[in-house]
C-alpha cells in the first residue's frame, strides 16, 4: 500500500484550499458572529485578511440593515431545522455601495454531540448573469408587444380592407342578377369575380399572419363535411361555368353528418386547393371526392381528393411550390394571378392537423392534390352513416343549350312569397348600408335603418322588429350595446328580438365569438348575400310568418340543398330526415321536455338543424327556429308547450306528405 503525503491532511492543506476557492465561503455561530471566511469573501466586504472578519456579525458589514436581516433570518431557519438551504437569491451593498446579487447555500454546523453549533455559507456572485436575465426578458416583453401589435395591426387592415372590398362585391352581384342585357351582364359578372377575387386576396393575406402567429388548431368544430364542400363548390362556380367546367362532387356514405376538426384550417385547405384546381383548368372538369376509413369507433380517416384536366405541374416544380411566395408562372404575364402563398397555406394547414399531402400530376393532363386527415366522431352523434352523394354540376347555360333541359337556378328566382316583417339593419359604412338595404328589400317592405348606436336605440323605443341586423363595429359603440339595450332596457320595445350580427370580420376569429357570447343569435360575414339573407328571414322571421304559405316539402329547395337534379333524392333525404326524427330526436325532445331540461332541448334542435340542411322542409324549418328562440327566452319548457306541440305535428304533416310525395313518383313510373 503507498503511503499517503501528510500534506493532503495538514492545516496548512485546508488553508491553501479555502484561499483557492472561487466562490465566497465564511461560517457563523448561532449567534450570528463570523468564525472564520476565506479570502475572496473577505476581499469582497473590503477586509485586507480573513481573520479580521472573525467576531463582527452581518451587523457591522457594509450590507443595508435590511439585507442583514435577510441574511439572520435565512441563518436561523437553517440552524432551527437543521436542514440546508440551497441556492437562495440574497443581494449584498458592497463597500462602494455597488448592489450585487448572490446564489447563496446555507448548510448547518454540527459538533461530535450532534449538536447544531452555526452555519456554512458559500455564495457566487450572479449579478452578470442576472442582468443578461433581465434583459433577456425585457426584449421578451417588447416582442410580445410587437407581435401583438402586429397582430391587431393585421386584423383591423383586414376588417378595414374587406369592408369596402365586400360593399363592392355585394353591389356588383346584385347588379348582375338584375341585369337582363347579356352583354352588360357578362362584363358585371367579370368585375363582380374580380371583386370575390380581392377579398380572397384579403383572406389569403390574414391566413398568412394566422400560420405566421404559430396559432394552434382547435379540433373541437362540428363540421357538416357536405355542407362544407357544397358552399366551397358553390363559392367556385362563377369561375368554373365561366369556362363551362364541369364539377364533380362525391361524398362516401361513411362519412357521418358531423365529424370534429378544425373548421377554419379544413375550409382554407378545400378553397385554396380547389380554387387553385379552377384556376389552372382551362377546360375539362374538376372534381371532389371524399371518402374515408374508419379507425374505430370515433377516429376517422378523412381522404379528400382534388382532381383536375388542368395545365399540370412540371416535375422540376412539384417541391418548390409549396414554399412561401412561390409561384409555377410568372405573375407578369397576369394569366394566372396569385400570391405563391395557397400552397404553403395547405401544407401548414395539413400538417398542423397532423395529416398528410400527396401530388400527382401529368404535365399537360392534369393534377390531383390528395389530403389525408384525422378527424374525430363527436361523442353525442354516435356513428352514423350519412348521406352518399355523387353530383356533377354544369354550367347551365351550357346544359341548356346542349342538354335542351330547363335548370332554373334557385337563386335566381323571385320570392313568390315576400315577407312582411319589420326589420332594423344598422350599419354606419354607407356601400355597406346602401348593398344590404338592396337585397334586404327583397324580402321585406318595411326596412328601418340605423347609422349608430343612438339611433338604433332610439328606434327600438319606438317600434317592436321582427329580427335586427347589426354591424359590430360602430362610430358610437358596438352592436352589443344594442343588443344589450335591447333586451335590458325598459324603454325598449324589443325584450326578446333576434338580434344577427354582420362583420367584416372573417369567420372563426375572436370577433365572432365574442358576439354569440354576447346573445347574437347568429354572426353573419359581410357583405350580406341574397342566400344568406333569405336564409335569414326563413329562421328569424319565423314566428310571424303566416306558416301556412310555406310548403310542407319543397323539393326544389331539397334538391338545392344537397345539389342534386333529381327530385327522388330530395325525397330520399326527407325519409332519413323522419327516420331519425320519428327514432331519435322526437323521442329525446320529449323526455327534455318532461323533464325540464333546457341544454338537452337546445343540443336536439341543434342536431335536427344540421339534418335539416340536406332537406327542403320549410314549414318545419320555421317551427323549428321558433321553438329554438322560445327557448332561449324562456326558463321553463313548459311555458312554451304550444311550439313544442307545433312541431311535433309539423313532423306528422311531413309524414303524410312524404308518403303522398312517395306514392305519385312511384305511380309516375310504373
Ligand atoms: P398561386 O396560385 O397564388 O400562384 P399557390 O401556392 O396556390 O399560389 O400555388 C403555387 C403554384 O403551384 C402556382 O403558381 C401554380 O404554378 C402551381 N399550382 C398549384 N395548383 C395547381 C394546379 N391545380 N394545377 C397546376 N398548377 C398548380
Same mark, same amino acid.
Given at each position: 500500500?503507498?503511503?499517503?503525503?501528510?500534506?493532503?491532511?495538514?492545516?496548512?492543506?485546508?488553508?491553501?484550499?479555502?484561499?483557492?476557492?472561487?466562490?465566497?465561503?465564511?461560517?457563523?455561530?448561532?449567534?450570528?458572529?463570523?468564525?472564520? !471566511?476565506?479570502?475572496?469573501?473577505?476581499?469582497?466586504?473590503?477586509?485586507?485578511?480573513?481573520?479580521?472578519?472573525?467576531?463582527?456579525?452581518?451587523?457591522?458589514?457594509?450590507?443595508?440593515?435590511?439585507?442583514?436581516?435577510?441574511?439572520?433570518?435565512?441563518?436561523?431557519?437553517?440552524?432551527?431545522?437543521?436542514?440546508?438551504?440551497?441556492?437562495?437569491?440574497?443581494?449584498?451593498?458592497?463597500?462602494?455601495?455597488?448592489?450585487?446579487?448572490?446564489?447563496?447555500?446555507?448548510?448547518?454546523?454540527?459538533?461530535?454531540?450532534?449538536?447544531?453549533?452555526?452555519?456554512?455559507?458559500?455564495?457566487?456572485?450572479?449579478?452578470?448573469?442576472?442582468?443578461?436575465?433581465?434583459?433577456?426578458?425585457?426584449?421578451?416583453?417588447?416582442?410580445?408587444?410587437?407581435?401583438?401589435?402586429?397582430?391587431?395591426?393585421?386584423?383591423?387592415?383586414?376588417?378595414?380592407?374587406?369592408?369596402?372590398?365586400?360593399?363592392?362585391?355585394?353591389?356588383?352581384?346584385?347588379?348582375?342578377?338584375?341585369?337582363?342585357?347579356?352583354?352588360?351582364?357578362?362584363?358585371?359578372?367579370?368585375?363582380?369575380?374580380?371583386?370575390?377575387?380581392?377579398?380572397?386576396?384579403?383572406?389569403?393575406?390574414?391566413?398568412?399572419?394566422?400560420?405566421?402567429?404559430?396559432?394552434?388548431?382547435?379540433?373541437?368544430?362540428?363540421?357538416?363535411?357536405?355542407?362544407?364542400?357544397?358552399?366551397?363548390?358553390?363559392?367556385?362556380?362563377?369561375?368554373?361555368?365561366?369556362?363551362?367546367?364541369?364539377?364533380?362532387?362525391?361524398?362516401?356514405?361513411?362519412?357521418?353528418?358531423?365529424?370534429?376538426?378544425?373548421?377554419?384550417?379544413?375550409?382554407?385547405?378545400?378553397?385554396?386547393?380547389?380554387?387553385?384546381?379552377?384556376?389552372?383548368?382551362?377546360?375539362?372538369?374538376?372534381?371532389?371526392?371524399?371518402?374515408?376509413?374508419?379507425?374505430?369507433?370515433?377516429?376517422?380517416?378523412?381522404?379528400?381528393?382534388?382532381?383536375?384536366?388542368?395545365?399540370?405541374?412540371?416535375?422540376?416544380?412539384?417541391?418548390?411550390?409549396?414554399?412561401?411566395?412561390?409561384?409555377?408562372?410568372?405573375?407578369?404575364?397576369?394569366?394566372?394571378?396569385?400570391?405563391?402563398?395557397?400552397?404553403?397555406?395547405?401544407?401548414?394547414?395539413?400538417?398542423?392537423?397532423?395529416?398528410?399531402?400527396?401530388?400527382?400530376?401529368?404535365?399537360?393532363?392534369?393534377?390531383?392534390?390528395?389530403?389525408?386527415?384525422? !378527424?374525430?366522431?363527436?361523442?353525442?352523434?354516435?356513428?352514423?352513416?350519412?348521406?352518399?352523394?355523387?353530383?356533377?354540376?354544369?354550367?347551365?347555360?351550357?346544359?341548356?343549350?346542349?342538354?335542351?333541359?330547363?335548370?332554373?337556378?334557385?337563386?335566381?328566382?323571385?320570392?313568390?312569397?315576400?315577407?312582411?316583417?319589420?326589420?332594423?339593419?344598422?350599419?354606419?359604412?354607407?356601400?355597406?348600408?346602401?348593398?344590404?338595404?338592396?337585397?334586404?328589400?327583397?324580402?321585406?317592405?318595411?326596412?328601418?335603418?340605423?347609422?349608430?348606436?343612438?339611433?338604433?336605440?332610439?328606434?327600438?323605443?319606438?317600434?317592436?322588429?321582427?329580427?335586427?341586423?347589426?354591424?359590430?363595429?360602430?362610430?358610437?359603440?358596438?352592436?352589443?350595446?344594442?343588443?344589450?339595450?335591447?333586451?335590458?332596457?325598459?324603454?325598449?320595445?324589443?325584450?326578446?328580438?333576434?338580434?344577427?350580427?354582420?362583420?367584416?370580420?372573417?369567420?372563426?376569429?375572436?370577433?365572432?365569438?365574442?358576439?354569440?357570447?354576447?346573445?347574437?343569435?347568429?354572426?353573419?360575414?359581410?357583405?350580406?348575400?341574397?342566400?344568406?339573407?333569405?336564409?335569414?328571414?326563413?329562421?328569424?322571421?319565423?314566428?310571424?310568418?303566416?306558416?301556412?304559405?310555406?310548403?310542407?316539402?319543397?323539393?326544389?329547395?331539397?334538391?338545392?340543398?344537397?345539389?342534386?337534379?333529381?327530385?327522388?333524392?330530395?325525397?330520399?333525404?326527407?325519409?332519413?330526415?323522419?327516420?331519425?326524427?320519428?327514432?331519435?330526436?322526437?323521442?329525446?325532445?320529449?323526455?327534455?321536455?318532461?323533464?325540464?331540461?333546457?341544454?338537452?332541448?337546445?343540443?336536439?334542435?341543434?342536431?335536427?338543424?344540421?339534418?335539416?340542411?340536406? !332537406?327542403?322542409?320549410?314549414?318545419?324549418?320555421?317551427?323549428?327556429?321558433?321553438?329554438?328562440?322560445?327557448?332561449?327566452?324562456?326558463?321553463?319548457?313548459?311555458?312554451?308547450?304550444?311550439?313544442?306541440?307545433?312541431?311535433?305535428?309539423?313532423?306528422?304533416?311531413?309524414?303524410?306528405?312524404?308518403?303522398?310525395?312517395?306514392?305519385?313518383?312511384?305511380?309516375?313510373?310504373?
Amino acid at each position: 500500500m503507498v503511503e499517503e503525503d501528510p500534506y493532503w491532511f495538514s492545516q496548512e492543506f485546508i488553508s491553501e484550499l479555502l484561499l483557492r476557492l472561487p466562490v465566497h465561503v465564511f461560517w457563523k455561530n448561532t449567534e450570528g458572529v463570523f468564525k472564520g !471566511c476565506n479570502q475572496a469573501f473577505a476581499k469582497s466586504i473590503g477586509l485586507s485578511s480573513p481573520n479580521d472578519v472573525i467576531g463582527k456579525t452581518d451587523y457591522d458589514l457594509p450590507t443595508t440593515k435590511e439585507e442583514s436581516d435577510a441574511y439572520r433570518t435565512d441563518d436561523l431557519a437553517v440552524i432551527h431545522s437543521n436542514k440546508a438551504k440551497i441556492n437562495i437569491e440574497e443581494t449584498q451593498t458592497r463597500r462602494d455601495g455597488k448592489k450585487v446579487t448572490l446564489l447563496t447555500s446555507k448548510v448547518p454546523l454540527v459538533n461530535k454531540q450532534g449538536c447544531v453549533v452555526g452555519v456554512l455559507c458559500i455564495y457566487s456572485d450572479v449579478t452578470e448573469l442576472k442582468n443578461a436575465q433581465h434583459e433577456l426578458l425585457k426584449a421578451k416583453e417588447i416582442a410580445e408587444a410587437a407581435s401583438q401589435a402586429k397582430t391587431e395591426f393585421i386584423q383591423n387592415m383586414q376588417h378595414d380592407v374587406r369592408t369596402p372590398a365586400a360593399g363592392v362585391w355585394a353591389l356588383l352581384s346584385e347588379l348582375t342578377s338584375q341585369e337582363s342585357d347579356p352583354k352588360k351582364k357578362r362584363v358585371l359578372s367579370m368585375l363582380t369575380e374580380s371583386s370575390a377575387r380581392l377579398l380572397e386576396l384579403c383572406n389569403a393575406v390574414v391566413d398568412f399572419s394566422y400560420v405566421d402567429e404559430q396559432q394552434k388548431p382547435v379540433v373541437e368544430n362540428k363540421i357538416d363535411i357536405r355542407r362544407l364542400a357544397a358552399d366551397i363548390l358553390d363559392l367556385n362556380k362563377p369561375a368554373a361555368y365561366g369556362k363551362d367546367l364541369i364539377l364533380h362532387l362525391k361524398v362516401d356514405s361513411i362519412i357521418p353528418s358531423y365529424v370534429l376538426s378544425d373548421e377554419f384550417r379544413l375550409r382554407r385547405i378545400l378553397i385554396n386547393l380547389i380554387g387553385n384546381a379552377v384556376k389552372f383548368t382551362k377546360c375539362g372538369s374538376i372534381s371532389l371526392e371524399i371518402s374515408a376509413k374508419r379507425e374505430d369507433k370515433r377516429h376517422l380517416l378523412l381522404c379528400i381528393k382534388i382532381k383536375d384536366t388542368g395545365i399540370g405541374i412540371p416535375e422540376a416544380k412539384r417541391h418548390t411550390i409549396f414554399e412561401k411566395f412561390s409561384r409555377g408562372t410568372a405573375s407578369d404575364t397576369n394569366e394566372y394571378p396569385g400570391t405563391g402563398l395557397g400552397l404553403y397555406l395547405v401544407k401548414k394547414f395539413v400538417r398542423d392537423l397532423d395529416g398528410d399531402l400527396e401530388l400527382e400530376s401529368v404535365l399537360g393532363k392534369g393534377s390531383q392534390f390528395k389530403v389525408i386527415l384525422p !378527424c374525430t366522431v363527436p361523442l353525442l352523434e354516435g356513428y352514423m352513416h350519412g348521406l352518399e352523394i355523387d353530383e356533377t354540376h354544369v354550367s347551365p347555360l351550357k346544359s341548356i343549350q346542349e342538354l335542351a333541359i330547363e335548370l332554373p337556378l334557385a337563386s335566381n328566382t323571385p320570392l313568390d312569397t315576400p315577407f312582411h316583417q319589420r326589420v332594423l339593419l344598422v350599419e354606419d359604412d354607407p356601400v355597406c348600408l346602401f348593398a344590404a338595404t338592396e337585397v334586404l328589400a327583397h324580402f321585406t317592405n318595411q326596412l328601418d335603418t340605423a347609422r349608430n348606436v343612438h339611433e338604433a336605440c332610439m328606434q327600438l323605443q319606438q317600434q317592436p322588429y321582427d329580427f335586427v341586423i347589426s354591424d359590430l363595429g360602430l362610430p358610437d359603440g358596438s352592436g352589443i350595446d344594442i343588443l344589450g339595450f335591447a333586451h335590458q332596457d325598459e324603454k325598449s320595445k324589443n325584450p326578446h328580438t333576434p338580434f344577427i350580427a354582420l362583420t367584416a370580420h372573417h369567420q372563426g376569429t375572436e370577433k365572432h365569438k365574442t358576439a354569440l357570447q354576447a346573445g347574437f343569435a347568429e354572426v353573419v360575414t359581410k357583405p350580406l348575400l341574397h342566400e344568406q339573407a333569405r336564409h335569414l328571414f326563413e329562421v328569424y322571421a319565423a314566428d310571424s310568418i303566416v306558416n301556412a304559405t310555406l310548403d310542407i316539402i319543397d323539393l326544389n329547395l331539397g334538391m338545392q340543398r344537397i345539389g342534386s337534379k333529381i327530385p327522388e333524392k330530395a325525397l330520399v333525404s326527407i325519409g332519413m330526415l323522419l327516420d331519425s326524427l320519428k327514432n331519435e330526436d322526437l323521442p329525446q325532445l320529449k323526455r327534455a321536455y318532461k323533464k325540464n331540461d333546457l341544454l338537452s332541448a337546445r343540443e336536439v334542435l341543434h342536431k335536427i338543424r344540421g339534418a335539416l340542411n340536406c !332537406c327542403g322542409t320549410p314549414r318545419f324549418e320555421t317551427s323549428l327556429e321558433a321553438l329554438h328562440q322560445a327557448i332561449k327566452t324562456h326558463e321553463d319548457l313548459h311555458k312554451i308547450t304550444a311550439q313544442f306541440e307545433t312541431l311535433y305535428t309539423e313532423v306528422e304533416l311531413i309524414a303524410d306528405e312524404y308518403q303522398k310525395l312517395k306514392q305519385s313518383k312511384t305511380e309516375s313510373l310504373t
